[in-house]
């Protein structure tokens, strides 16, 4: 009985083992999305273990190390979810006079073979990297240090499931610049104002009328005493 147990048990693994694709075994990817100040995506695919071919013109291709790496820049997140090859976002934004506030989130996509995403299902590890160059506030990420946010996933067919994502700052640096030189050249100005005053009232005070006329009544009594007079000389 146990050996019978010993060979089902062997059948099992054996079954599991050649069932899993020897392409996505040992393999690992990460995706990162580095979110610039000017709201430019850097993305960076690498992948190792394994050798995926992808149908779509806007990746670069190069291979370092037996690593094989895709990268791209897109302008911003309105490019962005205009491409057919990519993590299914949907960004929505709300602007303000210095910071931006988006909310961004998972929604259903038609899975095509040929896409770099879909090939990434299956694999043994995949890490889905996103910085950004503001404040994360609400994260679904596995870890969050600083503004970075990693998704960690494990043979895993569904890499990131339908909802929420991310909600982030972002921060308008050029305005944020301006508006501290305007702010710095009021401060001067009010100083410089106050001290002109100041020096206006000292002066008032001191050559004021009340201060002029006992100086004035002063002068004019100076002026009116005799310097000095002669004694007549008496003669003989």
Do not use: C
Not at 114 to 121: F, G, I, P, Q, V
Not at 209 to 229: F, M, Q, T, V, Y
């Amino acid at each position: 009985m146990h050996k019978y147990l010993n060979l089902t048990i062997a059948l099992i693994i054996f079954v599991i083992v050649i069932s899993v694709p020897r392409s996505a075994m040992g393999a690992e990817a990460e995706w990162k999305i580095q979110w610039g100040d000017n709201q430019q995506l850097l993305e960076t695919v690498t992948i190792s273990g394994t050798d995926i071919q992808v149908d779509d013109h806007t990746w670069k291709t190069t291979q370092t190390n037996g690593r094989l790496i895709f990268s791209r820049e897109v302008p911003g997140w309105d490019s962005y979810t205009k491409l057919n090859d990519r993590i299914p976002l949907q960004v929505n934004s709300r602007n303000f006079l210095i910071l931006k506030m988006f909310d961004l989130k998972i929604v259903p996509y038609e899975s095509n073979p040929k896409n770099l995403y879909a090939n990434l299902s299956g694999l043994d590890n995949v890490n889905i990297i996103m910085e950004v160059s503001g404040i994360i506030r609400e994260s679904s990420a596995d870890e969050v240090i600083d503004s970075k946010a990693t998704w960690k996933f494990r043979l895993s067919d569904d890499l990131l499931p339908e909802g929420p994502l991310l909600k982030t700052i972002t921060f308008n640096g050029f305005l944020i610049a301006v508006l501290l030189v305007l702010i710095a050249l009021m401060v001067i100005g009010m100083v410089y104002v106050r001290g002109v005053r100041r020096v206006n009232a000292l002066l008032e005070e001191e050559y004021s009328i009340e201060n002029l006329a006992p100086l004035k009544g002063r002068e004019n009594h100076e002026d009116s005493e005799p310097i000095g007079e002669e004694t007549p000389k008496k003669i003989t």
